[in-house]
Protein backbone atom coordinates (compact mmCIF):
# COMPACT_ATOMS: atom_id res chain seq x y z
CA UNK A 1 0.00 0.00 0.00
CA UNK A 2 1.65 3.42 -0.76
CA UNK A 3 1.14 6.27 1.64
CA UNK A 4 -1.90 8.63 0.74
CA UNK A 5 -0.45 12.21 2.15
CA UNK A 6 -4.35 13.07 2.28
CA UNK A 7 -5.06 10.87 4.62
CA UNK A 8 -7.33 12.67 7.93
CA UNK A 9 -4.01 11.72 10.27
CA UNK A 10 -1.45 13.67 7.71
CA UNK A 11 -3.65 16.39 7.38
CA UNK A 12 -3.68 16.52 11.34
CA UNK A 13 0.10 16.41 11.62
CA UNK A 14 0.26 19.43 9.09
CA UNK A 15 -2.43 21.35 11.51
CA UNK A 16 -4.94 21.76 8.53
CA UNK A 17 -7.31 19.75 10.26
CA UNK A 18 -7.72 19.88 14.20
CA UNK A 19 -7.50 17.63 16.81
CA UNK A 20 -7.64 17.52 21.05
CA UNK A 21 -3.81 17.28 21.44
CA UNK A 22 -2.59 15.11 24.43
CA UNK A 23 1.35 15.51 24.06
CA UNK A 24 3.90 15.89 20.66
CA UNK A 25 7.42 15.72 20.74
CA UNK A 26 9.92 15.25 16.83
CA UNK A 27 8.76 11.70 17.14
CA UNK A 28 4.90 11.88 17.52
CA UNK A 29 1.93 13.52 18.15
CA UNK A 30 -0.80 11.90 20.47
CA UNK A 31 -4.42 13.47 20.53
CA UNK A 32 -8.07 12.12 21.89
CA UNK A 33 -10.18 9.71 19.09
CA UNK A 34 -12.72 11.16 17.79
CA UNK A 35 -15.27 8.28 18.18
CA UNK A 36 -13.96 7.17 22.12
CA UNK A 37 -14.49 3.61 22.57
CA UNK A 38 -13.48 3.44 26.11
CA UNK A 39 -13.05 7.05 29.01
CA UNK A 40 -9.61 7.41 27.21
CA UNK A 41 -8.94 6.32 24.08
CA UNK A 42 -5.87 8.48 22.79
CA UNK A 43 -3.93 7.98 19.15
CA UNK A 44 -0.39 7.78 19.00
CA UNK A 45 1.02 8.40 15.47
CA UNK A 46 4.41 8.71 14.42
CA UNK A 47 5.55 11.97 12.38
CA UNK A 48 6.76 10.06 9.48
CA UNK A 49 5.09 8.63 6.45
CA UNK A 50 4.14 5.27 7.24
CA UNK A 51 0.96 3.46 6.27
CA UNK A 52 0.79 0.78 9.50
CA UNK A 53 2.79 -0.91 12.29
CA UNK A 54 4.47 -3.56 9.51
CA UNK A 55 5.30 -0.37 7.35
CA UNK A 56 6.80 1.42 10.02
CA UNK A 57 8.47 -1.69 12.12
CA UNK A 58 10.40 -2.30 8.07
CA UNK A 59 11.32 1.17 6.88
CA UNK A 60 11.49 3.61 9.96
CA UNK A 61 15.06 3.96 11.39
CA UNK A 62 16.12 2.48 15.02
CA UNK A 63 15.68 6.23 16.46
CA UNK A 64 12.43 6.55 14.50
CA UNK A 65 11.44 3.81 16.26
CA UNK A 66 13.05 4.14 20.06
CA UNK A 67 11.50 7.34 20.08
CA UNK A 68 8.36 6.79 19.00
CA UNK A 69 7.45 3.88 21.42
CA UNK A 70 8.53 5.89 24.30
CA UNK A 71 6.60 8.88 23.04
CA UNK A 72 4.06 6.27 23.64
CA UNK A 73 4.81 5.44 27.12
CA UNK A 74 5.53 9.28 27.80
CA UNK A 75 1.81 9.54 26.87
CA UNK A 76 0.42 6.66 28.82
CA UNK A 77 1.78 8.01 31.74
CA UNK A 78 0.83 11.77 30.95
CA UNK A 79 -3.16 9.69 31.15
CA UNK A 80 -1.82 8.21 34.35
CA UNK A 81 -2.83 4.94 33.08
CA UNK A 82 0.27 2.55 34.57
CA UNK A 83 -1.53 1.30 37.82
CA UNK A 84 -4.82 1.44 36.69
CA UNK A 85 -4.10 -0.49 33.11
CA UNK A 86 -4.44 -0.40 29.68
CA UNK A 87 -4.60 -1.71 26.71
CA UNK A 88 -2.49 -0.90 23.08
CA UNK A 89 -3.84 -1.88 20.09
CA UNK A 90 -3.09 -0.86 16.26
CA UNK A 91 -4.93 -2.57 13.10
CA UNK A 92 -3.20 -2.91 10.01
CA UNK A 93 -5.57 -4.04 6.93
CA UNK A 94 -9.14 -4.18 5.87
CA UNK A 95 -9.46 -7.55 8.03
CA UNK A 96 -8.10 -5.80 11.27
CA UNK A 97 -10.90 -2.79 10.44
CA UNK A 98 -7.72 -0.20 9.48
CA UNK A 99 -9.56 2.91 8.21
CA UNK A 100 -7.02 5.40 8.49
CA UNK A 101 -3.82 4.69 6.43
CA UNK A 102 -1.25 5.90 8.57
CA UNK A 103 0.19 4.14 11.21
CA UNK A 104 -0.76 4.58 14.63
CA UNK A 105 -1.51 3.07 17.92
CA UNK A 106 -4.45 3.29 20.24
CA UNK A 107 -4.57 3.41 23.81
CA UNK A 108 -7.67 2.59 25.71
CA UNK A 109 -8.13 2.86 29.44
CA UNK A 110 -10.48 4.35 32.27
CA UNK A 111 -12.23 0.84 32.65
CA UNK A 112 -12.23 -2.32 32.81
CA UNK A 113 -11.53 -3.59 29.31
CA UNK A 114 -13.19 -7.03 28.93
CA UNK A 115 -12.00 -9.84 26.35
CA UNK A 116 -9.06 -9.29 23.74
CA UNK A 117 -11.26 -9.80 21.18
CA UNK A 118 -15.29 -9.83 20.71
CA UNK A 119 -16.29 -13.27 21.38
CA UNK A 120 -18.45 -14.19 18.08
P1 LIG B 1 -8.37 2.43 12.84
O1 LIG B 1 -9.71 1.79 12.61
O2 LIG B 1 -7.75 2.91 11.55
O3 LIG B 1 -7.45 1.56 13.66
O4 LIG B 1 -8.65 3.67 13.75
C1 LIG B 1 -8.90 4.95 13.27
C2 LIG B 1 -9.41 5.79 14.42
O5 LIG B 1 -9.33 7.14 14.05
C3 LIG B 1 -10.87 5.51 14.78
O6 LIG B 1 -10.95 5.10 16.14
C4 LIG B 1 -11.57 6.86 14.52
O7 LIG B 1 -12.56 7.16 15.46
C5 LIG B 1 -10.41 7.83 14.58
N1 LIG B 1 -10.58 9.03 13.76
C6 LIG B 1 -10.99 9.07 12.46
N2 LIG B 1 -11.00 10.33 12.01
C7 LIG B 1 -10.58 11.10 13.04
C8 LIG B 1 -10.38 12.52 13.18
O8 LIG B 1 -10.58 13.32 12.27
N3 LIG B 1 -9.93 12.96 14.39
C9 LIG B 1 -9.69 12.10 15.43
N4 LIG B 1 -9.25 12.63 16.58
N5 LIG B 1 -9.87 10.77 15.33
C10 LIG B 1 -10.31 10.27 14.14
Not at 88 to 93: D, F, P, Q, T, V
Amino acid sequence: MSYDSNNIFARILRQEIPCKKIHENNFGLAFHDINPKAPIHALVIPRGAYTSSLDFHEKASTEEITGFYRFVSDVVRLLDLPEKGYRLLSNHGTAAGQEVPHYHVHIFGGKPLGPMLKES
